[in-house]
């Protein structure tokens, strides 16, 4: 009898605080290499927004920041730092919802989500923010090109970032870059078991 499908999920540890500029893909290796782990054919190598913002070196000290008129009105309704609004609405095309603690938009790059992905967290701290990449799938385009020049092997790569959920509580991780896989797995068309034809059927596989 064949073994039954298995997912294994295997964490990296040991990389170092990520600065602008660093080549990521060498923190990465260097990470594989002191577990003693090989990237295989047809892995799946997920790596969070944040590190990838650092090295593409999306930073910014909100004391740089001048707010515009816009900002300064915007912030005082829903109750934030104009100048991270000011950053906002320049990572965005428009804004989806907004209220009091509640600022989510629609970013350069298609995603839906709160402040357009600006963020004090995990950071140096003080005024520094980070941005999410400009194009995040051309990031991992690029991050997985270098990987297969290091390692020799082609393998999936997805850019993961904390996303909130509508009518639910809590976040969890979404991916918003992809590269050498494809993204959604649609059955539209397909038949299920009792013979029903699926309609609108398409699994989000890159966010499971």
């Known amino acids: 009898m064949s ?9 990296l540890g040991g ?16 990470s594989l290499e002191r577990q003693s782990l090989s990237l295989q ?10 590190i990838v913002s650092k090295a593409e070196g999306r930073l910014v000290r ?15 309704e ?8 000011e950053l906002v609405l320049r990572e965005s095309v428009r804004i989806v919802r907004k209220a009091p603690g509640v600022l ?34 051309a990031s991992a385009a690029e991050l997985r090109r270098r990987i297969a020049i290091l390692c020799r092997v082609e393998v999936a790569l997805i850019i993961t970032d ?5 009518w639910r509580e809590g976040q969890t991780n979404v991916a918003i870059g992809v590269a050498g896989m494809e993204p959604l797995h ?17 699994l989000a596989v890159a966010d499971e």
């Open 186 to 202: 649609d059955y539209t068309g397909q038949f299920d078991s009792h013979g029903q034809e699926l309609r609108v059927t398409s």
């Open 78 to 85: 829903v109750n934030k730092d104009p100048r991270q609004v």
């Open 162 to 166: 904390t996303f909130g959920r509508p």
């Open 41 to 50: 054919a047809d892995d799946v190598l997920v790596v969070t927004q944040k």
């Open 104 to 137: 989510i938009t629609e970013t350069r790059s298609g995603q839906i989500c709160a402040n357009a992905g600006v963020d004090a967290s995990n950071v140096a701290g003080g005024d520094v923010v980070s941005l999410l990449p400009e194009d995040p799938d």
């Open 62 to 76: 909100l004391s740089d920041i001048t707010p515009s008129p816009e900002a300064v009105m915007l912030a005082r």
């Open 15 to 30: 990389i170092p605080e990520v600065q602008p500029g660093d080549d990521l893909a060498a923190l990465i290796v260097r």
């Open 3 to 11: 073994a039954p499908p298995e997912l294994r999920i295997i964490g």
